[in-house]
């Protein structure tokens, strides 16, 4: 069918064809997937608290999407006279562009392992074959703070200064978790393809998804990565009890609509990043493994995917609304204190089993045993960790006083 | 010096007075309860609300108390008098005579005009039970339908204390109402076919304790407790009595005297008490108006203060002799200053009258005897003389000009062309010109008129400024005998209309804001007749201006 | 003023344990108790416009002023209701109670105007506990439209048709007696009954030898 299509065109035009297909299709998708992400958000956390979210447009509220929007759109666009207004315009572009452009390596079905330009196949990826992909995206995601910074600089406006300078720095302080988590995969795997990495679980079954091996990375990761994406509970930049709206403060219609689109798009992106890295991507037991053939097999497997992404989404959501906001130091205590060490253990680990040329599966119990030994010691009676406070003693009333934090 | 000991305090007393036991307790800032007793009205000690413990310090330092609770109004006090007001055997005794009081005493605070300001309310709430024990039906007498002109007479209220009763034996001397019948069935009454309609009636309703005499004019006007009141000094008569203003939002309500025993005591007459109606009235100037052949050009006071002070200097450039300014003797003693040293200033040879004076029959002397006529010692009189502050204006024109002329010398000039600018500061409600001679003012070329009501002279006027109501100024007032009292502004007046005060400091470009107690700092320094207005704040009862010079300057010419 | 330290209690956050320290199970016990209001879903959001409110019975809405027996107003221009009111709006104007008209020949003080300004008014109730004669309830109508702020301004007769129109609801005279006049404005008949004030059987005041002040 594809081959088809393909054949449409001019001879030189050819090979284009497909990967511009995959970029049409993904930019679209997501775009209507994000707007109607947000309704399901909406209704999600008015159902978690007892009400019916929006209900007026559209049967059960379906057409809010397309009212927000337009609403967006025809709203008067604010461009305050204190602002530096190339950087204030440029900002919000940023973070989409951004966005969309980490998600070019990112796989979205069973990418075909022998893709060659042309070849009539779609190719279930923008970008095939790109060897260093998730430093691509760790890269290019940690761009889309770039915008935030631009835009909360631009404004010229307190709020958004601090917003901004609480975005960066969160971004490069869980920068080094999320890198870190995915280290030991990429030893494990010897290779920084994600198309690799997600072939190779595949390839083992469902003993081979990644989680098995790297269950502290995986926490890591979601963690870490949902932070960068600047998502609830890890939202401080944008914080309206203390920041009125952080970085945004200043930002109206579309162009304020369009940094809400990048943070959605950077949700699908880590729950894409997920579900590949460390719950076999587009594999699931009988119904879409490595030698499944049958007709109609590829769509199942980009539906397993997408299950699979919808479910990480969905839990992403629900966190969202059950979890309060930390406060700054604890973002940066979890950070520095529990997730960093933590990851390097685990790259440790990894690095033993491989030096010891141990069963890889070694490495779930070892995971497990650094997660209890981390909370272990943050238990302990004496608490090497953490600052004690000095507490008054009775009959000194006057003595010198610390603060209890 | 004899020394009194009230509740375990000394009171040191003069040797000479005589107190009663309420005063005396006062001087330790003890308050006696009492309803009957009133300090300028006999003593009957009928209310029983006064009753205290008492008793002699014996010379060897032992005290005898008295077995028996005496009336605190009714017994004098003497070296080593011991008064006991809050022991349980007195309280005990108040808690029962308010109940007593109570009795028939109607809880209809609701729709009572005294609430709010109710001897009952005030006690019960102090020293009352806080209930009542009474199991019998109330005796409800019957409202009485006609009085007097002013007062009305809720029978129900009363509680007996007599106090209207011998005001108008004592003090008016007329005797209109009496107490009829006997023991529960007693209840005032007027004498039939003679309602209390004295000139001094208005009084009963400030001295009933509660809301069984009210005033006709302020029935149910207005709750007391909405009503802002400021220190004031009645305009209606050259008496200057102290008052209270009592306004809320603007609105004046009523004159109540406040108590002055270098004024005129604790009373004031009703023809000043209800005598303010022109403050409200339809015919106030409330727009400045500049006029030029009969047209209205301007009634904007930011314009018209400019073209006043322009048209006055030219006048006093072409003719500086035939310059003349009117000042009420219904002015202040500061917009008297103001304007005699601006109109000076601008010419050395201007003339500067006071106004009309305007005198009605004689002086009314209270009490009266049945034949209407006065009877001494004069415990009340109210003067012929209509106006407030005729003293306070001669003094300062004495020291500005020399002498003081005549409105009716300045009417002449007019007539015969020989003034040909003239400048009226008004205030008088009965107006200052009469009817006939309004067309002399043709002649004049420039007539300011700052005045209270519209009148045939300020519609002749090119320049009418509106000034302020006594009760919309501060300032002061200098009395029959020189007492100098100072009045409050109590309410905004209506439109546009300014304190006159401030428009003249306005029109003489004087820098700063009106501010009397500073202004009568300066006139203190110019004007040594008044040289007791140094002090600048007069206090609630005035400042006698009684030095020797000042005495003899103030005789009347 | 600083805080004077005896003054202060100092705490320290109590130490976790090592399932706390994981952070995990208050994680899935907060997603156990979100998902559980997904998943049993019970709205407690009214419909309002398609479907009638359901008012508490305290609610508090449009006032009316009420009569008595005898169909005149119950309300005797005390004037308590605009002293208490917080929002200022209400204004009365009071008049002396005809005298030769038998009708009123109870009663001194009648209003002449009565006005509430609903706009203004905040609803909070302080006029209806201040009424000394039961005469100004707030009633269960809330919805309440007008065209103009002069027709928002409620005089004393649509007042008491506002009454006349819910006397019958079964709703509104939940907090006063209705129809009888308040203890202030029916004196003559109140001795009979027993003291002015009610003694409260427990009152130590009045049970002692000398029973205090009350203040």
């Given at each position: 069918?594809?081959?088809?299509?393909?054949?449409?065109?001019?001879?030189?035009?050819?090979?284009?064809?497909?990967?511009?297909?995959?970029?049409?299709?993904?930019?679209?998708?997501?775009?209507?997937?994000?707007?109607?992400?947000?309704?399901?958000?909406?209704?999600?956390?008015?159902?978690?608290?007892?009400?019916?979210?929006?209900?007026?447009?559209?049967?059960?509220?379906?057409?809010?999407?397309?009212?927000?929007?337009?609403?967006?759109?025809?709203?008067?666009?604010?461009?305050?006279?204190?602002?530096?207004?190339?950087?204030?315009?440029?900002?919000?572009?940023?973070?989409?562009?951004?966005?969309?452009?980490?998600?070019?390596?990112?796989?979205?079905?069973?990418?075909?392992?022998?893709?060659?330009?042309?070849?009539?196949?779609?190719?279930?990826?923008?970008?095939?074959?790109?060897?260093?992909?998730?430093?691509?995206?760790?890269?290019?995601?940690?761009?889309?703070?770039?915008?935030?910074?631009?835009?909360?600089?631009?404004?010229?406006?307190?709020?958004?200064?601090?917003?901004?300078?609480?975005?960066?720095?969160?971004?490069?302080?869980?920068?080094?978790?999320?890198?870190?988590?995915?280290?030991?995969?990429?030893?494990?795997?010897?290779?920084?393809?994600?198309?690799?990495?997600?072939?190779?679980?595949?390839?083992?079954?469902?003993?081979?998804?990644?989680?098995?091996?790297?269950?502290?990375?995986?926490?890591?990761?979601?963690?870490?990565?949902?932070?960068?994406?600047?998502?609830?509970?890890?939202?401080?930049?944008?914080?309206?009890?203390?920041?009125?709206?952080?970085?945004?403060?200043?930002?109206?219609?579309?162009?304020?609509?369009?940094?809400?689109?990048?943070?959605?798009?950077?949700?699908?992106?880590?729950?894409?990043?997920?579900?590949?890295?460390?719950?076999?991507?587009?594999?699931?037991?009988?119904?879409?493994?490595?030698?499944?053939?049958?007709?109609?097999?590829?769509?199942?497997?980009?539906?397993?995917?997408?299950?699979?992404?919808?479910?990480?989404?969905?839990?992403?959501?629900?966190?969202?609304?059950?979890?309060?906001?930390?406060?700054?130091?604890?973002?940066?205590?979890?950070?520095?204190?529990?997730?960093?060490?933590?990851?390097?253990?685990?790259?440790?680990?990894?690095?033993?089993?491989?030096?010891?040329?141990?069963?890889?599966?070694?490495?779930?119990?070892?995971?497990?045993?650094?997660?209890?030994?981390?909370?272990?010691?943050?238990?302990?009676?004496?608490?090497?960790?953490?600052?004690?406070?000095?507490?008054?003693?009775?009959?000194?009333?006057?003595?010198?006083?610390?603060?209890?934090? | 010096?004899?020394?009194?000991?009230?509740?375990?305090?000394?009171?040191?007393?003069?040797?000479?007075?005589?107190?009663?036991?309420?005063?005396?307790?006062?001087?330790?800032?003890?308050?006696?309860?009492?309803?009957?007793?009133?300090?300028?009205?006999?003593?009957?000690?009928?209310?029983?609300?006064?009753?205290?413990?008492?008793?002699?310090?014996?010379?060897?330092?032992?005290?005898?108390?008295?077995?028996?609770?005496?009336?605190?109004?009714?017994?004098?006090?003497?070296?080593?008098?011991?008064?006991?007001?809050?022991?349980?055997?007195?309280?005990?005794?108040?808690?029962?005579?308010?109940?007593?009081?109570?009795?028939?005493?109607?809880?209809?605070?609701?729709?009572?005009?005294?609430?709010?300001?109710?001897?009952?309310?005030?006690?019960?709430?102090?020293?009352?039970?806080?209930?009542?024990?009474?199991?019998?039906?109330?005796?409800?007498?019957?409202?009485?339908?006609?009085?007097?002109?002013?007062?009305?007479?809720?029978?129900?209220?009363?509680?007996?204390?007599?106090?209207?009763?011998?005001?108008?034996?004592?003090?008016?001397?007329?005797?209109?109402?009496?107490?009829?019948?006997?023991?529960?069935?007693?209840?005032?009454?007027?004498?039939?076919?003679?309602?209390?309609?004295?000139?001094?009636?208005?009084?009963?309703?400030?001295?009933?304790?509660?809301?069984?005499?009210?005033?006709?004019?302020?029935?149910?006007?207005?709750?007391?407790?909405?009503?802002?009141?400021?220190?004031?000094?009645?305009?209606?008569?050259?008496?200057?009595?102290?008052?209270?203003?009592?306004?809320?939002?603007?609105?004046?309500?009523?004159?109540?005297?406040?108590?002055?025993?270098?004024?005129?005591?604790?009373?004031?007459?009703?023809?000043?008490?209800?005598?303010?109606?022109?403050?409200?009235?339809?015919?106030?100037?409330?727009?400045?108006?500049?006029?030029?052949?009969?047209?209205?050009?301007?009634?904007?006071?930011?314009?018209?203060?400019?073209?006043?002070?322009?048209?006055?200097?030219?006048?006093?450039?072409?003719?500086?002799?035939?310059?003349?300014?009117?000042?009420?003797?219904?002015?202040?003693?500061?917009?008297?200053?103001?304007?005699?040293?601006?109109?000076?200033?601008?010419?050395?040879?201007?003339?500067?009258?006071?106004?009309?004076?305007?005198?009605?029959?004689?002086?009314?002397?209270?009490?009266?005897?049945?034949?209407?006529?006065?009877?001494?010692?004069?415990?009340?009189?109210?003067?012929?003389?209509?106006?407030?502050?005729?003293?306070?204006?001669?003094?300062?024109?004495?020291?500005?000009?020399?002498?003081?002329?005549?409105?009716?010398?300045?009417?002449?000039?007019?007539?015969?062309?020989?003034?040909?600018?003239?400048?009226?500061?008004?205030?008088?409600?009965?107006?200052?010109?009469?009817?006939?001679?309004?067309?002399?003012?043709?002649?004049?070329?420039?007539?300011?008129?700052?005045?209270?009501?519209?009148?045939?002279?300020?519609?002749?006027?090119?320049?009418?400024?509106?000034?302020?109501?006594?009760?919309?100024?501060?300032?002061?007032?200098?009395?029959?005998?020189?007492?100098?009292?100072?009045?409050?502004?109590?309410?905004?007046?209506?439109?546009?209309?300014?304190?006159?005060?401030?428009?003249?400091?306005?029109?003489?470009?004087?820098?700063?804001?009106?501010?009397?107690?500073?202004?009568?700092?300066?006139?203190?320094?110019?004007?040594?007749?008044?040289?007791?207005?140094?002090?600048?704040?007069?206090?609630?009862?005035?400042?006698?201006?009684?030095?020797?010079?000042?005495?003899?300057?103030?005789?009347?010419? | 003023?600083?805080?004077?330290?005896?003054?202060?209690?100092?705490?320290?956050?109590?130490?976790?344990?090592?399932?706390?320290?994981?952070?995990?199970?208050?994680?899935?016990?907060?997603?156990?108790?979100?998902?559980?209001?997904?998943t049993h879903f019970k709205p407690v959001t009214q419909m309002y416009p398609e479907e009638a409110a359901d008012l508490p019975r305290h609610y508090r809405g449009v006032h009316r002023?009420?009569?008595?027996?005898?169909?005149?107003?119950?309300?005797?221009?005390?004037?308590?209701?605009?002293?208490?009111?917080?929002?200022?709006?209400?204004?009365?104007?009071?008049?002396?109670?005809?005298?030769?008209?038998?009708?009123?020949?109870?009663?001194?003080?009648?209003?002449?105007?009565?006005?509430?300004?609903?706009?203004?008014?905040?609803?909070?109730?302080?006029?209806?506990?201040?009424?000394?004669?039961?005469?100004?309830?707030?009633?269960?109508?809330?919805?309440?439209?007008?065209?103009?702020?002069?027709?928002?301004?409620?005089?004393?007769?649509?007042?008491?048709?506002?009454?006349?129109?819910?006397?019958?609801?079964?709703?509104?005279?939940?907090?006063?007696?209705?129809?009888?006049?308040?203890?202030?404005?029916?004196?003559?008949?109140?001795?009979?009954?027993?003291?002015?004030?009610?003694?409260?059987?427990?009152?130590?005041?009045?049970?002692?030898?000398?029973?205090?002040?009350?203040?």
């Amino acid at each position: 069918m594809l081959d088809k299509l393909i054949n449409l065109f001019p001879e030189p035009a050819r090979p284009y064809v497909a990967p511009i297909l995959a970029i049409v299709i993904v930019l679209n998708v997501n775009l209507g997937v994000c707007s109607y992400l947000i309704l399901l958000e909406r209704k999600l956390s008015a159902w978690m608290q007892d009400r019916h979210g929006p209900n007026r447009v559209g049967p059960w509220g379906l057409l809010q999407p397309l009212a927000d929007m337009g609403k967006l759109l025809l709203k008067e666009d604010v461009i305050p006279g204190h602002v530096n207004k190339v950087l204030f315009v440029l900002a919000p572009g940023i973070s989409v562009f951004t966005t969309f452009l980490a998600f070019a390596v990112v796989p979205f079905g069973p990418v075909p392992s022998n893709l060659t330009p042309g070849d009539g196949q779609f190719p279930f990826i923008i970008a095939p074959g790109v060897d260093l992909g998730i430093v691509f995206i760790f890269a290019i995601g940690s761009l889309a703070v770039y915008g935030i910074i631009l835009g909360g600089w631009a404004s010229n406006n307190k709020y958004s200064a601090l917003g901004c300078l609480r975005a960066s720095a969160q971004v490069v302080s869980y920068e080094i978790p999320l890198g870190m988590s995915v280290v030991g995969l990429a030893m494990l795997n010897s290779s920084m393809s994600i198309e690799k990495i997600m072939t190779n679980q595949v390839d083992q079954g469902f003993i081979g998804w990644n989680i098995w091996y790297q269950p502290l990375a995986c926490v890591i990761f979601f963690i870490a990565a949902m932070a960068e994406a600047q998502r609830l509970p890890f939202d401080l930049a944008e914080c309206e009890q203390e920041l009125i709206g952080g970085w945004h403060t200043e930002y109206s219609a579309m162009k304020w609509g369009l940094f809400f689109l990048a943070e959605y798009t950077h949700v699908i992106t880590i729950s894409f990043l997920t579900s590949i890295l460390f719950f076999g991507g587009w594999h699931f037991p009988f119904i879409a493994e490595a030698t499944s053939n049958y007709t109609g097999a590829t769509a199942v497997k980009v539906a397993v995917l997408l299950s699979k992404v919808f479910a990480v989404i969905i839990v992403i959501q629900m966190l969202r609304w059950t979890i309060p906001r930390f406060r700054f130091d604890q973002l940066m205590g979890l950070a520095w204190k529990g997730l960093i060490p933590l990851a390097t253990v685990n790259v440790l680990l990894v690095m033993i089993v491989k030096q010891f040329d141990l069963h890889t599966l070694w490495l779930f119990p070892l995971s497990i045993a650094a997660f209890v030994a981390a909370g272990l010691m943050a238990t302990q009676s004496s608490r090497p960790f953490a600052i004690k406070a000095k507490l008054p003693v009775e009959g000194h009333g006057h003595g010198h006083h610390v603060h209890a934090h | 010096m004899p020394t009194v000991i009230v509740n375990n305090k000394p009171v040191e007393i003069g040797a000479s007075e005589r107190l009663n036991c309420i005063q005396a307790a006062e001087r330790v800032g003890v308050e006696i309860p009492h309803y009957c007793y009133h300090h300028d009205l006999s003593v009957v000690a009928s209310c029983r609300m006064c009753l205290v413990e008492m008793g002699d310090k014996k010379p060897d330092g032992t005290i005898a108390m008295q077995p028996k609770l005496f009336p605190g109004c009714q017994t004098p006090v003497k070296d080593g008098t011991v008064i006991v007001t809050d022991s349980k055997k007195v309280k005990d005794a108040q808690k029962a005579t308010l109940e007593y009081l109570l009795l028939n005493h109607p809880l209809d605070c609701p729709v009572c005009d005294q609430a709010g300001e109710c001897g009952l309310q005030d006690y019960s709430y102090e020293y009352g039970r806080g209930y009542s024990r009474l199991q019998e039906p109330k005796n409800i007498k019957p409202d009485k339908d006609y009085i007097g002109d002013q007062i009305t007479l809720f029978t129900d209220r009363c509680i007996m204390c007599t106090r209207c009763v011998r005001f108008t034996r004592e003090i008016s001397g007329t005797a209109e109402l009496q107490v009829v019948s006997r023991g529960t069935h007693e209840e005032i009454d007027i004498f039939p076919g003679d309602p209390c309609n004295n000139k001094l009636a208005g009084n009963v309703v400030d001295l009933c304790p509660v809301g069984a005499l009210c005033s006709k004019d302020f029935l149910y006007e207005q709750r007391v407790w909405w009503l802002k009141s400021k220190n004031s000094v009645c305009p209606g008569c050259s008496t200057g009595c102290s008052i209270n203003v009592d306004q809320n939002n603007d609105v004046l309500y009523r004159l109540k005297p406040r108590e002055n025993p270098q004024a005129q005591g604790a009373f004031m007459c009703d023809e000043g008490r209800f005598g303010w109606k022109y403050v409200h009235a339809d015919n106030r100037l409330t727009l400045p108006e500049q006029r030029a052949n009969g047209q209205i050009i301007s009634k904007n006071w930011d314009a018209i203060l400019p073209a006043v002070r322009n048209a006055l200097k030219e006048a006093a450039l072409r003719a500086p002799n035939k310059f003349a300014a009117v000042i009420s003797p219904w002015a202040t003693v500061e917009e008297a200053y103001l304007l005699a040293t601006y109109v000076r200033k601008l010419s050395p040879t201007a003339k500067l009258a006071i106004g009309p004076i305007r005198t009605v029959g004689e002086d009314d002397l209270y009490p009266k005897d049945v034949h209407g006529k006065p009877v001494t010692p004069t415990k009340f009189t109210i003067h012929a003389e209509k106006c407030p502050n005729r003293r306070g204006v001669e003094a300062v024109l004495k020291q500005i000009q020399g002498s003081v002329i005549e409105f009716s010398s300045v009417l002449n000039q007019v007539s015969k062309g020989e003034i040909e600018a003239l400048y009226v500061l008004g205030g008088d409600p009965e107006g200052w010109i009469a009817d006939a001679d309004v067309i002399k003012l043709d002649k004049l070329k420039l007539l300011v008129v700052q005045d209270l009501l519209a009148s045939a002279a300020s519609a002749k006027a090119q320049f009418v400024l509106p000034g302020g109501a006594w009760a919309e100024k501060d300032g002061t007032f200098v009395n029959f005998k020189g007492l100098a009292q100072a009045i409050h502004r109590g309410l905004r007046g209506p439109g546009e209309a300014r304190p006159d005060g401030r428009i003249l400091m306005e029109l003489s470009e004087k820098p700063g804001m009106f501010q009397a107690p500073a202004l009568r700092k300066e006139i203190a320094k110019a004007v040594p007749a008044l040289a007791a207005l140094s002090v600048g704040d007069l206090g609630e009862l005035g400042v006698p201006l009684e030095t020797a010079a000042a005495k003899s300057e103030l005789q009347p010419a | 003023m600083p805080i004077n330290p005896k003054d202060v209690d100092w705490v320290e956050e109590p130490p976790m344990n090592f399932w706390e320290a994981t952070f995990l199970p208050a994680v899935v016990d907060g997603l156990r108790a979100t998902g559980h209001h997904v998943t049993h879903f019970k709205p407690v959001t009214q419909m309002y416009p398609e479907e009638a409110a359901d008012l508490p019975r305290h609610y508090r809405g449009v006032h009316r002023l009420n009569r008595d027996d005898a169909g005149r107003v119950k309300c005797v221009a005390c004037m308590m209701c605009a002293t208490a009111c917080p929002a200022r709006c209400i204004d009365i104007v009071a008049q002396e109670a005809p005298k030769d008209d038998p009708k009123w020949a109870d009663r001194d003080k009648l209003p002449n105007s009565f006005v509430i300004d609903e706009l203004k008014c905040i609803y909070c109730g302080m006029c209806e506990e201040a009424c000394p004669v039961d005469a100004i309830e707030l009633t269960h109508i809330y919805d309440l439209t007008g065209m103009s702020r002069q027709e928002m301004l409620f005089d004393k007769e649509k007042l008491l048709s506002v009454f006349d129109q819910t006397k019958d609801s079964g709703l509104d005279p939940i907090r006063t007696h209705k129809g009888r006049l308040g203890p202030a404005s029916d004196f003559q008949q109140l001795p009979t009954l027993g003291p002015a004030t009610t003694v409260v059987g427990d009152d130590r005041s009045a049970k002692a030898a000398s029973p205090g002040v009350i203040k």
